[in-house]
């Protein structure tokens, strides 16, 4: 397992952004595939974007399609979210999550290790 740690999340108003970091101390982000999920109040832990260990390829809920990016630098062992006109129904803890796996997964069960959270509120 790696130790996770996520940061930027805040409070912002419909259709602003705000930008997601997940770092991480101690083992290499190259080896993992990364993902980043979400969780609602009372709503099931939800799959928004992923990307492949060089960040060649990505993969995204169809509801932030165009909205969001997802993005890696592997020399700063760090993971990005890229969040741009944002919605209320975004509103959720964001959680970053790293699977020792060989291709993208988008199910929470397949990922080994998990961050603490970031709460992102978007008012409307």
């Known amino acids: 397992q790696v130790q996770l740690v996520e940061s930027g999340g805040g409070l912002v108003q419909a259709g602003g952004s705000l930008r997601l970091s997940c770092a991480s101390s101690?083992?290499?982000?190259?080896?993992?595939?990364m993902g980043w999920f979400r969780q609602a109040p009372g709503k099931e832990r939800e799959f928004v974007a992923a990307?492949?260990?060089?960040?060649?390829?990505?993969y995204y809920v169809d509801s932030v399609e165009g909205r969001f990016t997802i993005s890696r630098d592997n020399a700063k062992n760090t993971m990005l979210l890229q969040m741009n006109s944002l919605k209320p129904e975004d509103t959720a803890v964001y959680y970053c999550?790293?699977?020792?796996?060989?291709?993208?997964?988008?199910?929470?069960?397949?990922?080994?290790?998990w961050g603490q959270g970031t709460q992102v509120t978007v008012s409307s």
């Open positions: 999550a790293a699977a020792s796996v060989r291709f993208v997964r988008s199910r929470p069960g397949d990922y080994d290790s």
């Open positions: 990307i492949d260990r060089r960040g060649d390829s990505t």
């Open positions: 101690g083992r290499t982000l190259s080896m993992y595939i």
